[in-house]
């Protein structure tokens, strides 16, 4: 079974980036990309208090299209993408799905700095519960945390895809999905 990078996407802006980054990763380390997305309460929160304060539906709604992003951009950079819905970031189901998987890496997106400070904690908590796990077999995980593009970033970005040999096409939907007039 190939190794995965477990990409939680909780419907905040920052997953685009983070998308962005766990398709990158992938393929330069050969793995599966397995986009998990985690339901939020319903306040627009996740169980990792994340958000962008979006009512339940409407972060739905933002969150799959995060994930049919990261289909779309594994498809164009050949790495196979998995979805998955987990009920929360409860550490007895990640931790199972983490073994299930053999996940080495989870990418997340922050909103801000102190999105970062509390994932980077939350992050540091979960790995020393898994290393506390009898059942644990594989190498501790490592984590990612992105923050979201600013909007000349995001241009950098449309422009390494089109040095890249992506189709015009393909740069404008993609753009026009997630910054609309930015093209």
């Known amino acids: 079974m190939t190794s995965g990078i477990a990409l939680l996407l909780n419907g905040s802006m920052a997953d685009l980036s983070a998308t962005v980054h766990a398709i990158a990763l992938a393929k330069r380390t050969a793995s599966v990309v397995h986009a998990v997305f985690v339901e939020t309460d319903g306040r627009g929160q996740n169980a990792g208090g994340e958000g962008d304060g979006l009512k ?6 933002r969150a799959a299209q995060f994930i049919a992003l990261a289909c779309w951009l594994g498809d164009v950079e050949q790495v196979r993408v998995h979805v998955h ?23 997340l997106g922050a909103r801000d700095r102190e999105a970062i400070v509390r994932k980077a904690a939350w992050f540091e908590r ?17 984590s990612v945390i992105i923050a979201p593009w600013e909007k000349p970033v995001f241009e950098q970005m449309l422009n390494r895809l089109k040095q890249g040999a992506w189709s015009t096409a393909a740069i404008k939907r993609l753009a026009g999905s997630l910054q609309p007039g930015l093209l």
């Open 56 to 61: 339940g539906g409407e972060t739905e709604g």
């Open 85 to 107: 819905t987990l009920e929360s970031w409860a550490d007895e189901l990640l931790v199972r799905f983490c073994s299930t998987y053999r996940i080495f890496c989870l990418v």
């Open 126 to 142: 979960f790995r020393r519960r898994i290393a506390g796990e009898r059942d644990w077999f594989l190498p501790l995980p490592w």
